[in-house]
């Protein structure tokens, strides 16, 4: 078993800045682990914010680039994201994500954090 535990998520004014972190345990090489970040608006379908690869490669969906960063700490087990100039459509539950490629890329996911951009 894989858990991924998110952390970070609050209330921010427009413009304003978070980090979101997600921890993972259980039974994970997360070295060999592709990370992600979702995120689910109310009445909206969960979609792909953020994604990086075990060599560090990242993507980013349209609507962050250029605000959003992805990064990861392999000796933490950890990922990140750094969200910068957030706007109130930023406005989601963010989840964490990881396809175990030892459990035929079985889906594992965070439990959620908030995340409100509101003045």
């Known amino acids: 078993q894989v858990q991924l535990v998110e952390s970070g998520g609050g209330l921010v004014q427009p413009g304003g800045s978070l980090r979101l972190s997600c921890a993972a345990s259980g039974s994970i090489l997360f070295t060999i682990h592709d990370m992600n970040w979702y995120r689910q608006a109310p009445g909206k379908q969960r979609e792909l914010v953020a994604a990086?690869?075990?060599?560090?490669?990242?993507d980013y969906a349209d609507s962050v680039k250029g605000r959003f960063t992805i990064s990861r700490d392999n000796a933490k087990k950890a990922v990140y994201l750094q969200m910068n100039s957030l706007k109130p459509e930023d406005t989601a539950v963010y989840y964490c994500?990881?396809?175990?490629?030892?459990?035929?890329?079985?889906?594992?996911w965070g439990q959620g954090t908030q995340v409100t951009v509101s003045s």
């Open positions: 990086i690869t075990r060599g560090g490669s990242t």
């Open positions: 994500n990881t396809k175990n490629p030892l459990q035929s890329y079985r889906d594992y």
